[in-house]
């Protein structure tokens, strides 16, 4: 069973820049592809980014392209996501997901385990 445990939310004024973290334990961790999702109020959980196992390879969704950036340390078994140039519409709770899927992918159906997510705010 993998546990994911999500960290580093706050709250950032527009325009600044925040890291959050996930933590893996309970498996290989450097065999998943792993994904950062996230969720805001009354709308349905939207893709972010992806990374594969090696780290070799990322996959962004459209709406943050450009400005955030997903890394992985398998020696830490820890993937990050590194956000820059916020927005009061980048505020939702952030997930972090693996996937034994093998392919970056931006499905939900093909992640297997989830974190409990963390909070980011950018106010305005």
């Known amino acids: 069973q993998v546990q994911l445990v999500e960290s580093g939310g706050g709250l950032v004024q527009a325009g600044g820049s925040l890291r959050v973290s996930c933590a893996a334990s309970?498996?290989?961790?450097?065999?998943?592809?792993m994904g950062w999702f996230r969720q805001a109020p009354g709308k349905e959980r939207e893709f972010v980014a992806s990374i594969s196992w090696s780290g070799g390879n990322t996959y962004y969704g459209d709406s943050v392209k450009g400005r955030f950036t997903i890394s992985r340390d398998n020696a830490k078994n820890t993937v990050y996501l590194q956000m820059h140039s916020l927005k009061p519409e980048d505020t939702a709770v952030y997930y972090c997901?693996?996937?034994?899927?093998?392919?970056?992918?931006?499905?939900?159906?093909?992640?297997?385990?989830w974190g409990q997510g963390t909070q980011v705010t950018v106010s305005s």
């Open positions: 997901a693996a996937s034994f899927a093998g392919g970056l992918t931006h499905q939900e159906r093909s992640y297997d385990y």
């Open positions: 309970g498996g290989t961790f450097s065999s998943y592809v």
